[in-house]
């Protein structure tokens, strides 16, 4: 199993900066990437940025050049930085796990990110 606990989120200002933490606990080795999802009400839940073991990242097109997604295996966080911000980026964030030997899925609680205009 793995557990996925994330924080971060907040309320701010269309152009503000905000940042994501994934913390990940449990079986980690079973991982091979790690992304951030986001999901607006009446919307359906899509990929924000997504970072695998060996360091290679993918953005939605939406966020490129405004996120930047990273991970610290020291402390087993991967954050998001989300900067220039928009209303539409307003969104439950959820941070995903891939374990795909064990043909898991694991995914957080969700955090909510608001960027008012």
């Known amino acids: 199993q793995v557990q996925l606990v994330e924080s971060g989120g907040g309320l701010v200002q269309a152009g503000g900066s905000l940042r994501l933490s994934c913390k990940l606990s449990?079986?980690?080795?079973?991982?091979?990437?790690i992304g951030w999802y986001r999901q607006a009400p009446g919307e359906q839940r899509g990929l924000v940025a997504r970072i695998t073991i060996r360091g290679s990242t993918n953005y939605a097109d939406s966020v490129k050049g405004r996120f930047t997604i990273s991970r610290d295996s020291s402390r087993d966080t991967v954050d998001l930085r989300m900067n220039s911000l928009k209303p539409e980026d307003t969104a439950v964030y959820y941070c995903?796990?891939?374990?795909?030997?064990?043909?898991?899925?694991?995914w957080g609680q969700g955090t909510q990110v608001t960027v008012s205009s």
């Open positions: 995903n796990a891939e374990a795909p030997f064990n043909g898991k899925n694991y």
């Open positions: 449990g079986n980690i080795f079973s991982i091979n990437a």
